[in-house]
Each structure stands twice: as C-alpha cells, then as structure tokens.
C-alpha cells in the first residue's frame, strides 16, 4: 500500500469490500479532473488552426501560410507560438515538483480543489485574452491546475477504490481525459468558422473545471490521507463509506495507521530510503517508463494533431474530423483496457502495449518512406500509435509511479 508517495508491503488484497454507490461515485467525481487535461490536449491543437485567433495573435503565422508552397507545417515556426503552447506544460513540470508535498500536507481532495480553481481563473484568463500576455499567464495558470490535479486525481482513486478493482477505478482517470479530448476537437469543429470560436473554445475549459472542483467539496478525502493528516475519526467515516457499513474496516483501518506510521518514519531521510538497494528497481522503472512513454511523442501528436494533419494535405475541417477520430479511438483503447486491466495485470498490457508501439512506429516510418500512400496510412498507423500507447500508459496505474508519471507529464 501506498501513502504520501512512498510503497510498504502491500497486503490490501487480504482486507474485503465491496464497490458500493458512494465509491463509484467519488471515484467517478474524483475522475473528472482528468477532464481538464484532456480538453486541454484537444482545444489547444484545434484552436491554433483557426484563423481569427491567428489573425488577432499570431498574424506572422498567417503570412508565411501565405507564401507557403510546399509545407505549411513550417508556417508555424513561431516562438511566441510556442511560448503559448508550451507554458502549460512548463507550469505542469514546475507544479509536479510542489504538488506530492501539497497532497500530503493538504490532501487529495484539497488539492485537486485548489487544482481546479487555478485550472478555473486560467481558462477566464484565456477566454477573455486580448494579447499575448494574457493568452500565456491563462497557460500558466491552466498548467498549474494540471499539475496539481494529475498528481492528486489517481493517487485518489488508488487510495479509495476496493483492492480488487484498483485497475479499473484508476483508468477512469485516463477514460474521462479522453472524454476531454474528444469533446474539445467536437468543439473545435463546430467552432472554427466564428470569428469568436476561439474565445468559446478556450473559455469553455470552465466546465470541466468547475465540474471537477464542485464534486471534489461534495465528496471526502480518503482514508489514507486522512490517517496521513492525524485524522483517525474521519478515515473510520471514510473508510466505512467506501467499504461498504457491513463490512469490518477495522484491520484495514489498522493496516493504514502502520503504514502511515511507516512512512513518516522513512520522510525522515527520503532520499536515503529510496535509493536503498530494496528500492533501486522501483526507482529506476518509476521513472523510465512515463519518461521514456513521454519521449515517443505521442503528446505531440495528441495535441497537434490538426496541424499535423494539415501539414500532410488534409483541408481545415478534415484535419478537425481526422482529430476526433483520433480522440474516439483513444477513447476505445481505454475502455479495453478497464476490462482487462484487473483481469490479466499490468504486465501483460505493457508486453501487449509495447508491442503495438513498435508496429505503430514502423508504420509511421513506412509511410514516410512511401509518399503514395500516405494520407490513408498515415491516419491508419497514427490510429494504431494512439490506440497502443495509451493501452500502454494505463499500466502505470499503481500509486508508486505516479509522483514520477505526473513529473514526466511536465516534461
């Protein structure tokens, strides 16, 4: 079992519960925040395409569009473009680094609370944006809400859900940020021909944020972090709720004071714990795989997808159109996973995830290699890239690699 960021023996397994209404639906509640992610992912790309928001930003952009011949990926070759794009994930990095500390002190729900708000001011920021300043310190703050969120959303749903289906509640996580994706390129589309598109597409990013901050104060912390923060009569409360009130959470509650106890003790020397020889392999795999997940570039392709899409031939619309079934695809890979997750583990998803990322890096390379093909391969192995690296990303799903995913999401 995990707390605070570091894994004891874990002998959750033996306690028993049941998934009971009020679990589902704090997990379900505590899932939405990966709704601010994924509309994110999806109306950044989507909003860069249009041309009023060009015009009124970037308009160096829009004149190199115009004497492109070849290419019109390289029309956006921009700094201040980029600056735009790549603020959020800067703040990401920057709030990954505070937010394991923020969610021990604070909790989980309070941190995803204070996620949301800042997600919340960002995206009024951006809506009403009317210069660069504005646009980049709404990204700021949309990657500060990221951060905290990402860091404290699945080790919550870790921390509640029942042992046996701790797969499937985690992926809940990754289904509603492809929910987010898929609804931002939907958005996209219907939005990109107003001269005002941009601003409802970007201002919109509201919803989720309220959704997700509003159901956290609805629901409680979890029994964990409550234990964490000295708070023994709450964590029965929680506990009791989660479980299910006829079941003994006794021996569980019992389990989580030992392990919380255990924990503060090796909070003494941190860095000295973990690089004790017991822990190298943990260490070494909790931050090769999301970084090395992050290095393939599939965020790259999630969120330039439009532009990307554009640059091989595909007009306006169809490089939207193209994007939401990128999205849909994400979005059934995800689902396959939940079923499988808790069934078969994690193991046999990453063999099987790895395996389809080497056939959709094979196929991308082919389809560079062979021009004639190439706009209906390149959707086909870009379907297929999406589909195996996000099977593959859900086996990160246990709560002793978070810390580090959410740092490598920075990246």
Known sequence: MAVGGFAVDDNSRAFSGKVTASVVITCIVAASGGLIFGYDIGISGGVTTMRPFLKKFFPAVLR?????????????????????????????????????????????????????????????????AENIVMLILGRILLGFGVG???????????????????????TSFYFFIGIGVVVANCLNYGTAKLSWGWRLSLGLAIVPSVIMTVGALLI???????????????????????????????PELAELVKTSEAVKAANEEPFVTIFERQYRPHLVMAFAIPFFQQLTGINIIAFYAPVLFQSVGFGSDSALIASIILGCVNLFSILVS??????????????????????????CNLSALHPIP??????????????????EILRNSDRKLKLNFAFCHGI
């Open 338 to 363: 939940t079923f499988i997750v808790d069934r078969y583990g994690r193991r046999i998803l990453f063999l099987e995830g790895g395996t389809q990322m080497i056939i959709g890096q094979v196929c």
């Open 148 to 170: 905290f969120t990402n860091q404290a959303t699945p080790i919550y749903l870790s921390e509640m859900a029942p042992p046996k289906w701790r797969g499937a509640f985690n």
């Open 220 to 250: 409680s912390d979890t029994p964990s972090s409550l234990v964490e923060r000295g708070k023994i009569a709450q964590a029965r409360d929680s506990l009791r709720k989660a479980r299910g009130k006829d079941i003994d959470i006794e």
């Open 64 to 128: 190199k569009e115009a004497d492109a011949k070849t290419n019109i990926y390289c029309v956006y070759d921009s700094h201040v473009l980029t600056a735009f794009t790549s603020s959020l994930y800067i703040a990401g990095l920057a709030a990954s680094l505070v937010a394991s500390r923020l969610t021990r002190a604070v909790g989980r729900r309070n941190t995803m609370i204070i996620g949301g708000l800042t997600f919340l001011i960002g995206a009024a920021i951006n809506g009403g």
């Open 374 to 391: 190439l706009f209906t391969w390149n959707i086909h192995s870009t379907c297929t890239y999406v589909l195996k690296l996000r099977l």
